[in-house]
């Protein structure tokens, strides 16, 4: 099946810092999408980006299908922003998660 | 709009017994998924329903089984429960197949 390989595995910031998490995966996919899994397990959803570049306030996603690869920037980090990020990509009709980036954001 | 919804929230079984979890979807989501979580990982595929048929199954025993209903909701169904069972279970919804899934909250199963 497809590998989703995310990256860092932990990240953490003071508040007000910017950073970058990274996605690859093995093939070919339909989509991509970027999720916050909050502390008490809801997976809110940030981004459907098979391709391109999207931005919604401080955060924004750029997937490079061709390269097999996404960026998740998020900017001016909040306390808010703790948890843990996940990329999942949609192949044969099935959505394969990555492993996950768990960010502190401390203040 | 309500979002997805699931219940029961929380759940303890023992081994050996028999689950089902409940899952209906946004108004208008004609596709659900099943996950399961456990800690520490991403979600794992189960199953994904669309127009009441079963589009896709992930890596899961025969223990587990699922069906969608005339109305898109959706049950989860988990046999002979195994210790290796405790997750969290999340379900998902899509307006199609391959459209962005929206989650709801989660059923944490424990089995004892």
């Known amino acids: 099946g497809i590998q989703v390989e995310q990256s860092p595995p932990d990240l953490i910031l003071q508040e007000g810092a910017n950073s970058t998490l990274r996605c690859n995966f093995s093939?070919?996919?339909?989509?991509l999408q970027w999720f916050h899994q909050n502390p008490w397990g809801q997976l809110i959803n940030l981004f459907y980006?098979?391709?391109g570049t999207k931005q919604n306030g401080r955060l924004s996603a750029t997937t490079v299908a061709t390269e097999r690869y996404s960026l998740l920037y998020i900017s001016s980090s909040q306390t808010t922003d703790s948890g843990v990020y996940f990329c999942a990509v949609e192949a044969y009709s099935t959505l394969t998660f990555g492993k996950g980036t768990m960010l502190l954001v401390s203040p | 709009d309500a979002g997805v919804t699931q219940s029961p929230t929380h759940l303890i079984k023992t081994r050996g017994q028999h689950v089902t979890l409940r899952c209906s979807p946004i108004s208008g989501h004609k596709s659900v998924s099943w996950y399961q979580q456990v800690l520490g990982q991403g979600p794992q595929f189960i199953f994904q329903y669309y127009e009441k048929e079963e589009r896709g199954r992930g890596n899961f025993p025969d223990r587990f089984s699922a069906r969608q209903f005339p109305n898109y909701s959706s049950e989860l169904n988990v046999n002979a429960l195994l210790l290796g069972d405790s997750a969290l279970y999340l379900c998902a919804s899509s307006v199609d197949m391959s459209d962005t899934q929206y989650f709801g909250p989660g059923t944490r199963l424990t089995v004892l």
């Open positions: 093939d070919s996919v339909n989509n």
């Open positions: 980006i098979p391709s």
